[in-house]
């Protein structure tokens, strides 16, 4: 049976480990501070990998629809939807008002189907485009037409706030706007952990954890020692 230090010193190593796998994940928070580090970013040659400003976060709703805020700004469109790792990217379609409600971003269903959107790409504005070709009905000419998919969507919580366990709802703009910073386009963020000393942290943890079994193997033979002096 694991007594109440062994299975700290077991969440620790858990918790240690987990740190260490999600090291390059954006917007990832160690459970360890002792190990973390400002958040990178690096250049990236994919037109849709986009970095949110500093403290903010992508809305993005999940596969049941719950609303979840992240820093992956790995985008891409899938079945004409714009997505990253956790779900649709929500923003604003062209023509929405000043504080309406973020919703799904989507290229034009028949674009979509056809296959037509190229050259997609965001903008430091929060702005998504593509480039789709047509034909001319008039000339018969094929031409190439920019569409606008929409603005993406920043929230911002109340300095301190940890966003995947708010309970606090966040300000909610558009990249430039109402205080909010501008995106850096054509750029990828990676986690905020140290990965050398993440490790460094991860095998002190295990050094530990052997440390107090030996520790307990020994108490265990003293008290078996001590019992058969008394029988």
Do not use: C, W
């Amino acid at each position: 049976m694991l007594n109440a230090a062994t299975a700290r010193a077991l969440a620790d190593i858990a918790a240690r480990a987990n740190d260490v796998l999600h090291a390059y994940d954006p917007g990832y928070i160690p459970q360890f501070g002792d190990a973390g580090v400002r958040e990178r970013v690096v250049r990236d040659d994919d037109p849709l990998a986009v970095v949110a400003p500093e403290g903010d976060y992508f809305v993005v709703a999940g596969a049941s629809g719950e609303r979840r805020y992240s820093r992956d700004g790995r985008l891409r469109f899938t079945d004409g939807r714009l997505q990253n790792s956790e779900g649709d990217v929500l923003g604003f379609p062209p023509g929405a008002q000043q504080g309406s409600f973020p919703q799904q971003l989507r290229a034009d269903p028949v674009d979509a189907a056809l296959g037509r959107p190229i050259d997609v790409r965001v903008e430091a504005d929060g702005g998504i485009t593509y480039t789709r070709t047509v034909t001319d009905p008039r000339t018969m000419q094929r031409v190439a037409q920019r569409v606008d998919v929409g603005t993406i969507a920043l929230a911002r919580f109340p300095a301190g706030t940890n966003p995947l366990r708010a309970a606090v709802a966040p300000h909610v703009g558009r990249p430039g706007t109402a205080g909010f910073g501008r995106l850096v386009p054509s750029a990828r963020a990676l986690g905020s952990l140290d990965v050398n000393l993440g490790i460094a942290k991860l095998q002190e943890a295990y050094l530990a954890f052997h440390a107090l079994q030996a520790a307990q193997r020994a108490r265990g033979e003293l008290d078996t020692g001590a019992m058969g002096l008394v029988k």
